[in-house]
């Protein structure tokens, strides 16, 4: 690794080949840039030995072609109903994300394993996620979602097998139920988030290590880290007052809560 702009006020950045990883060591505020792709990072955070580095633009960092997405009036984005569900179906036989609308034939094997969803699609802005967009779809890695957006929807990425990161979430305030259950996700980084909606938001996400929730939310519901069995750092929760049943159930790597003594 090599440090750029440095001065004796300044925290150190960094530059290397790759993305940063949680062992990639960082100040909080440090910047790191892949001389690969030009792809920036920023430390948000460090935990007993663990860094926590977000994508911060710039580089190659593009959005994904628009012929994976369907929008409606209202900007409602969604999959394409050929590009959702699980890539072992032959045929898409059900209906996941979409109220019913059905395909014959799936090509989830031909979407990118690094999504960015664009803010514009078909010369219609977008303003909202569809709920379970994701759901049960194995083909994606990453995801990057619009910056400005706010809410997550319901079963959004509920069982996306091999989803590892999640990225633009920091204006998101609200997380609906199951949301990202079952996913491979290593971190969820939601810094001003206000609630969340349902239960079961993390459930069975058994490579999450870090979560960051805010200062602003008041409840941790109902099975919304049950059996994250990885999961050591919480950042946050200075407002927490109510902890639902299972909430942390199996978190065994767990050591403390940031908000025990409220």
């Keep these: 690794f090599k440090l750029f702009g440095v001065n004796a006020r300044q925290i150190p950045n960094m530059t290397g080949v790759g993305a940063p990883t949680a062992t990639t060591k960082g100040a909080v505020g440090c910047q790191y840039m892949d001389t690969n792709t030009g792809d920036t990072y920023k430390c948000i955070a460090v935990n007993d030995g663990v860094y926590t580095w977000v994508a911060a633009g710039g580089g190659s960092i593009a959005k994904t072609d628009e012929k994976y997405f369907t929008i409606d009036d209202d ?11 699980h890539p072992d179906n032959a045929t898409y036989l059900h ?6 609308i059905k395909a014959d034939g799936s090509k989830i094997a031909e979407l990118p394993e690094r999504i960015v969803i664009p803010d514009i699609i078909n010369e219609i802005a977008v303003r909202s996620l569809a709920p379970a967009m994701f759901q049960q779809n194995n083909a994606v890695k990453s995801l990057t979602i619009p910056s400005f957006i706010t809410e997550i929807p319901a079963s959004f990425c509920n069982r996306a097998m091999s989803l590892e990161e999640i990225n633009g979430t920091e204006n998101v305030t609200t997380i609906g139920k199951t949301a990202f259950q079952g996913t491979r996700l290593r971190k ?20 999450l290590t870090l979560v960051d929730i805010g200062n602003e939310v008041t409840e941790v519901p109902e099975g919304c880290f049950r059996q994250c069995e990885r999961l050591s750092g919480i950042i946050g929760g200075a407002s927490v007052k109510t902890i639902g049943k299972r909430a942390f159930y199996c978190t065994y790597r767990l050591k403390n809560l940031p908000f025990a003594q409220n």
């Design 75 to 85: 900007g409602m984005v969604s999959l394409n109903p050929e590009y959702r569900g």
């Design 188 to 207: 969820a980084i939601f810094p001003n988030l206000k609630s969340f909606d349902g239960t079961s938001h993390f459930n069975l996400s058994a490579f």
């Design 95 to 100: 209906s996941v994300s979409d109220n019913g």
